[in-house]
């Protein structure tokens, strides 16, 4: 049993403890917003936050987060930051096919969080771990430029 906060709820879950974090949401909890790209933490699609910290849920197994609060793109829109990313998201039309988004969505929050005022290589660098196939990285990299700029 492995017991969590999933978006400020308390959660338990009878999995075996290297069960990836990735799978016990999707398939134990339901929550099928994060989702799965590659399986070896390489495109970004898996990113959930964990005390949050960005992470790669596919190789995170659940025992990492046992007490510890995650949350995911279901709930990322709660908070003030998460909403202006979103909002940012809509405003420059950044999703195509969508896929890689809510992994986008949250590497992008968790850059703000840490650095509000980023420059064009700070969100190069932080970014550069997810993987949009369709190209929308102008997009994206506009989308996080206007929601700093907000911030300001």
Same mark, same amino acid.
């Given at each position: 049993?492995?017991?969590?906060?999933?978006?400020?709820?308390?959660?338990?879950?009878?999995? *075996?403890? +290297?069960?990836?974090?990735?799978?016990?949401?999707?398939?134990?909890?339901? =929550?099928? %917003?994060?989702?799965?790209?590659?399986? =070896?933490?390489?495109?970004?699609? $898996?990113?959930?936050?964990?005390? %949050?910290?960005?992470?790669? +849920? $596919?190789?995170?197994?659940?025992?990492?987060?046992?007490?510890?609060?995650?949350?995911?793109?279901?709930?990322?829109?709660?908070?003030?930051?998460?909403?202006?990313?979103?909002?940012?998201?809509?405003?420059?039309?950044?999703?195509?096919?969508?896929? $890689?988004?809510?992994?986008?969505? =949250? +590497?992008?929050?968790?850059?703000?969080?840490?650095?509000?005022?980023? /420059?064009?290589? *700070?969100? *190069? /660098?932080? =970014?550069? %771990?997810?993987?949009?196939?369709?190209?929308?990285?102008?997009?994206?990299?506009?989308?996080?430029? +206007?929601?700093?700029?907000?911030?300001?």
């Amino acid at each position: 049993m492995v017991d969590f906060v999933l978006n400020g709820n308390a959660v338990s879950v009878e999995v *075996d403890s +290297s069960t990836p974090v990735l799978w016990v949401l999707r398939d134990e909890l339901e =929550m099928t %917003g994060t989702k799965f790209g590659c399986g =070896m933490a390489q495109c970004g699609a $898996c990113t959930v936050h964990l005390e %949050g910290q960005a992470i790669r +849920s $596919c190789v995170t197994p659940v025992s990492a987060v046992a007490g510890k609060q995650v949350t995911t793109i279901e709930q990322i829109g709660a908070a003030a930051l998460g909403e202006l990313v979103q909002a940012a998201w809509i405003e420059h039309d950044v999703p195509q096919c969508g896929y $890689c988004q809510s992994g986008q969505v =949250m +590497s992008a929050v968790a850059l703000l969080q840490s650095n509000p005022n980023p /420059s064009e290589d *700070d969100i *190069d /660098s932080f =970014m550069a %771990g997810n993987i949009c196939r369709c190209g929308t990285y102008i997009r994206i990299k506009a989308a996080i430029r +206007s929601a700093a700029a907000k911030l300001a």
